[in-house]
């Protein structure tokens, strides 16, 4: 079982920055696979991006914008977001999963991008 719990959301101005953290409970946090996703009001959930075994992968409209990095001593993964438009406002949620599958969900943390 692994608990995720997010941090760091609020309010800031377009062209600003957020860094988001998730902390992980649970042993072999350095074995899960690790994502960001995000719903809008009226929209699907998507995913930002995800990090893996070293590897990443970002959604087209967050590359070169959001990074992820995780901190395997600290049970902590983090997405920096640079740049931010008003269309990144959204609920964040860190997950966590399979090479396959998420199987744990954070309750979400609230990031609003004013223009």
């Known amino acids: 079982q692994v608990q995720l719990v997010e941090s760091g959301g609020g309010l800031v101005e377009a062209g600003g920055s957020l860094r988001l953290s998730c902390a992980a409970s649970g042993r072999a946090f350095s074995v899960y696979k690790m994502g960001w996703f995000r719903q809008a009001p009226g929209k699907e959930r998507e995913l930002v991006g995800q990090?893996?075994?070293?590897?990443?992968y970002y959604a087209d409209s967050v590359k070169g914008r959001f990074t992820i990095s995780r901190d395997n001593a600290k049970n902590t993964v983090y997405l920096q977001m640079n740049s931010l438009k008003p269309e990144d406002t959204a609920v964040y949620y860190c997950a966590a999963g399979t090479a396959t599958s998420y199987d744990y969900w954070g309750q979400g943390t609230q990031v609003t991008v004013s223009s």
């Open positions: 990090a893996m075994l070293g590897s990443t």
